[in-house]
């Protein structure tokens, strides 16, 4: 009896095992045309940076679908793109092993990501030593595409560029209105954020021949402001360049209100000043100034709205600068696939080097963007992205966030108010 | 630097210094009885802060009218917190010249306060625009924020009244007396616990003084006490613990080193300066500008 029954399962397990052959080998026969194309992504689905991860993540999946509705990637047989996410958590160690496996076991032809730059820094290492291609929507520490590698092609602006911006606005609009603007008063917090801030002001104020007449750190927890108020008023810099968290910001804008200081403009770098909560709290106060972003809602770009729409109706919020980034990166891996023809990633990576995609060539991931073109220069960094200069403007009652500069994607009917008021 | 920045430096620094000094009022006064450090004092300041806060906001009503109603309210949050919650350990620990278990349970009272705030209404900032809100009184060119004109000014009445309470009334004579010698006091025929809630009680009641002095200008969020903490710790210290001038004098102190010193220096350098003057005074009078060398 026993025999009968290891008989009988030692037939069941060569039955099982044929099948499971013949059924991978349709597998094989079907992978011989690639009919899907794996994309690795890399993102932080947990941790502190759990909820932007997850914005990366829908914008990633709706650029695909499109996509793939569109006939996915016509030089292949009209493949389609299948994405694969792995949580990094936020956390390097845990973005370097998510790395070796989405190229080892996954056999993906191309990573994206990682969100946080501390994740991006060394997974990018990972993909550089295996020779494939690592694209990184938005992490902004310079570093990343200054390491000289050849695999690494980097979308957002970089960290230093934040700044360069804030000074081609002033450059623009001392010759657009003829006012004179002499001297700066840099104002930040104390932290690491503000300190490195401070030192790139520092650099392009000597550039441009501005007089730094203040240079105040305070710390952000500060219980009153008004000392550093009072400074600002004393020295009477033509313009006030900050860089705050949401609760020194909201305390130092409503304090130079009731101190009556005036500037011909003062500039916000992000952070605090695009919290809502900066627009909420300080009101009246808060009109007229500006701050710095890589994306809004609001750009001249008639694609945004209809997009942008989608985009909440299924995920509940709106676009933001980051998921747009997101969005327009698989058009860009698309591109380059199109190009390539092929899954091989050193020709993938040599036709994502040679990328040039514009707005108005019907590729719906570019033409929402604040600049006009995505093209990498020799250090895998898009030469052409940009940031944007928005200001605070009472809209019917509302004090909403308006693009103002580079004014070719203003939002339409609104031009920057320089000098303030 | 001229004359007239120094002036308007000196005005906003007294201003400043008052609140801060009203906020430390309340501390001192509690520890002057008591003999505990309270910890949960900058939550306090926070539950004052967000009833105010609500109160403005849900009714419109000017700040100071919310007086009406934030001092008895957190006067009876005091007592209650006291009485339920401090005095079994106080008497538990009736034999021991320094009670530290009741400063564990302030600490606990602290991290359970600001984390109910942060479950009830959010980590996010909140501003009330009141009546006073960005209001200015110009005196010459100089000008004093309404705001922290009217803290000044409520300061000084808080800090007249809280002197005559002690000096003048049965109540502030059983506190003075259990805050000299509780032992004698209770000899005497006062309930020393009573005593102590009401101390409790008042101590909280300035707190929601302060709220109430703060919100037209400051912003409130579920941890804003610890802002004010450390501040109301040093401003105790160095006044003398225990002691009301003492209280209003190192307020006014840290709020002119704060904003004088701020003209000539980068203001995260100020905090410096703060501490340095803070050792200088416990260096050279270790009870404090108006303590009293007194074995507690």
């Known amino acids: ?421 | 630097m001229d004359f007239d920045i120094i002036l308007q430096a000196i005005i906003n620094g007294l201003l400043t210094g008052s609140y801060y000094g009203l906020a430390a009022l309340g501390l001192t006064l509690i520890f002057g009885v008591i003999k505990v450090i309270n910890f949960a004092h900058g939550s306090l300041l926070m539950v004052g802060m967000f009833t105010a806060y609500w109160i403005v906001k849900l009714t419109g009503w000017n700040p100071y009218a919310a007086l009406l109603v934030v001092v008895p309210l957190l006067f009876l949050f005091g007592y209650g917190l006291q009485g339920f919650l401090i005095k079994p350990v106080l008497i538990a620990q009736r034999d021991v010249r320094e009670p530290t278990e009741v400063i564990i349970v302030t600490t606990g009272v602290w991290y359970i306060l600001d984390n109910l705030a942060l479950m009830l209404f959010g980590a996010e900032y909140r501003v009330v625009q009141t009546s006073v809100s960005g209001q200015i009184f110009m005196l010459g060119d100089y000008i004093f924020p309404k705001p922290q004109l009217y803290g000044f000014i409520i300061t000084a009445a808080t800090s007249f009244l809280l002197v005559w309470f002690l000096k003048y009334t049965k109540m502030g004579k059983a506190i003075r007396a259990a805050s000299l010698d509780r032992d004698a006091a209770s000899l005497m025929g006062i309930n020393q616990y009573r005593v102590y809630n009401i101390a409790f009680g008042i101590g909280a009641a300035i707190a929601g003084i302060v709220g109430c002095v703060l919100i037209p200008f400051y912003y409130v969020f579920p941890t804003v006490g610890v802002v004010f903490d450390v501040k109301c710790f040093i401003i105790v210290v160095l006044g003398g613990l225990g002691s009301i001038p003492g209280a209003l004098v190192g307020g006014a102190i840290i709020g002119l080193i704060e904003s004088i010193f701020a003209q000539f220096i980068a203001s995260t350098w100020t905090e410096l300066i703060v501490y340095v003057v803070f050792l200088a005074v416990l260096f050279i009078r270790p009870a404090g500008l108006f303590g009293e060398k007194r074995d507690w």
């Open chain 1, 1 to 421: 009896m026993k025999r009968v029954f290891r008989h009988t399962l030692k037939g069941v397990v060569v039955f099982g095992l044929s099948v499971l052959l013949v059924l991978s080998a349709g597998q094989a026969s079907k992978a011989a045309g690639p009919k899907e194309i794996k994309i690795g992504n890399i993102l932080p689905l947990s941790g502190p940076s759990a909820s932007v991860g997850l914005q990366n993540k829908q914008a990633v999946e709706l650029a695909t679908e499109k996509i793939n509705a569109a006939g996915g990637i016509k030089s292949l047989g009209g493949a389609k793109l299948v994405n694969v996410f792995t949580d990094s958590k936020g956390d390097p160690n845990v973005g370097v092993t998510a790395a070796e496996q989405l190229i080892n076991t996954e056999k993906v032809v191309l990573i994206s990501g990682a969100w946080n730059s501390a994740v991006t820094y060394p997974s990018t290492q990972v993909a550089e030593r295996y020779q494939v291609p690592y694209v990184v929507p938005v992490s902004v520490a310079d570093k990343i595409t200054e390491r000289g590698f050849k695999y690494t092609f980097r979308i957002a602006a970089k960290d230093s560029w934040w700044t360069d911006y804030q000074f081609k606005f002033l450059e623009e609009q001392k010759k657009l209105t003829g006012t004179k603007i002499e001297t700066m008063a840099f104002v930040y917090e104390n932290g690491d954020w503000g300190t490195g801030m401070a030192k790139q002001w520092h650099e392009r104020a000597k550039k441009f021949g501005y007089k730094v007449v203040l240079d105040e750190a305070y710390p952000s927890t500060a219980s009153d402001l008004t000392p550093v108020v009072m400074k600002i008023k004393t020295k009477k810099p033509d313009v006030i360049l900050l860089t705050s968290n949401a609760a020194d910001a909201i305390l130092l804008t409503n304090t130079m209100a009731t101190m009556k200081v005036k500037a011909k403009a003062i500039i916000g770098t992000g952070g605090g000043h695009a919290d809502p909560a900066f627009r909420k709290n300080t009101g009246k106060n808060c009109e007229y100034m500006f701050d710095v972003v890589e994306w809004e809602t609001d750009l001249g770009r008639p694609q945004i709205p209809a997009l942008n729409a989608e985009f909440k109706k299924r995920y509940g919020y709106d676009l933001a600068g980051e998921s747009v980034d997101a969005f327009a990166s698989v058009y860009v891996i698309a591109d380059a696939l199109e190009r390539a023809k092929s899954t091989d990633p050193k020709k993938i990576r040599d036709a994502l080097a040679a990328t040039k995609l514009c707005v108005g060539q019907g590729k719906l991931g570019i033409d929402i963007l604040s600049y006009d073109c995505i093209e990498f220069d020799k250090t895998g960094q898009n030469k052409h992205a940009g940031i944007v200069l928005v200001q605070f403007r009472d809209v019917k009652g509302t004090m909403e966030r308006v693009t103002v500069f580079p004014t070719k994607v203003a939002r339409p009917g609104f031009k920057a108010v320089f000098p303030m008021p």
